[in-house]
């Protein structure tokens, strides 16, 4: 009950920060106003980045240790064409910048889908660490089967090398005891010879 609770809570302040953002930006927005276009298209960029962050923030709350990966599909799909479209509708030089310049909107959601994006694309949100318990997975297998033959295979096996080892061992020390014999007799015939 208490782990809902908690978070039921991290909900209501993840909703509270992406709603206090939202009114936080349009007083950004009246200060892009006031400043010159160049100065204001950036912080816009900034704001909506920032409030894209938020929202990857705000949608993967919960409890755990954070998943760490890296995604080549969200890289492509989504940062990449987020950022060429920001990048064409703040560069003149860029394609595409007389069509995206007339579409504010446009730039507003690639912000947005660059600030989620970024995180995202190396990180995946929480997950829970279940603590395992052994004897549930034994009754949980099933006897017989492929599991219980691969055992006694790799039983036999072992068995067969332990053989294997324990004649080479026999057959090493007849042929030790052979190699001693000869050399006692060559010790022998030398004694005799002095």
């Given at each position: 009950?208490?782990?809902?609770?908690?978070?039921?809570?991290?909900?209501?302040?993840?909703?509270?920060?992406?709603?206090?953002?939202?009114?936080?930006?349009?007083?950004?927005?009246?200060?892009?106003?006031?400043?010159?276009?160049?100065?204001?298209?950036?912080?816009?960029?900034v704001v909506f980045i920032l409030f894209?962050?938020?929202?990857?923030?705000?949608?993967?709350?919960?409890?755990?240790?954070?998943?760490?990966?890296?995604?080549?599909?969200?890289?492509?799909?989504?940062?990449?064409?987020?950022?060429?479209?920001?990048?064409?509708?703040?560069?003149?030089?860029?394609?595409?910048?007389?069509?995206?310049?007339?579409?504010?909107?446009?730039?507003?959601?690639?912000?947005?889908?660059?600030?989620?994006?970024?995180?995202?694309?190396?990180?995946?949100?929480?997950?829970?660490?279940?603590?395992?318990?052994?004897?549930?997975?034994?009754?949980?297998m099933v006897e017989g089967g492929l599991?219980?033959?691969?055992?006694?295979?790799?039983?036999?096996?072992?068995?067969?090398?332990?053989?294997?080892?324990?004649?080479?061992?026999?057959?090493?020390?007849?042929?030790?005891?052979?190699?001693?014999?000869?050399?006692?007799?060559?010790?022998?015939?030398?004694?005799?010879?002095?």
């Amino acid at each position: 009950m208490k782990k809902e609770s908690r978070e039921k809570l991290n909900l209501f302040f993840s909703s509270f920060l992406v709603i206090g953002f939202i009114i936080c930006t349009y007083f950004f927005m009246t200060l892009t106003s006031k400043v010159s276009a160049g100065v204001g298209n950036l912080i816009s960029v900034v704001v909506f980045i920032l409030f894209g962050l938020i929202v990857f923030y705000a949608t993967r709350v919960g409890e755990g240790v954070p998943v760490k990966r890296f995604s080549p599909i969200v890289l492509c799909v989504l940062d990449i064409p987020a950022l060429f479209i920001i990048i064409a509708t703040l560069a003149p030089a860029f394609p595409l910048h007389n069509a995206l310049a007339t579409q504010p909107t446009v730039m507003t959601f690639a912000c947005v889908a660059l600030g989620y994006g970024i995180p995202y694309t190396f990180l995946s949100g929480f997950e829970i660490k279940e603590e395992i318990d052994e004897e549930a997975i034994k009754e949980a297998m099933v006897e017989g089967g492929l599991a219980q033959e691969l055992a006694q295979l790799e039983e036999a096996e072992t068995e067969e090398t332990v053989e294997a080892v324990e004649i080479n061992d026999e057959v090493a020390t007849d042929e030790d005891v052979a190699e001693l014999s000869a050399l006692d007799g060559a010790e022998d015939v030398a004694t005799d010879a002095e």
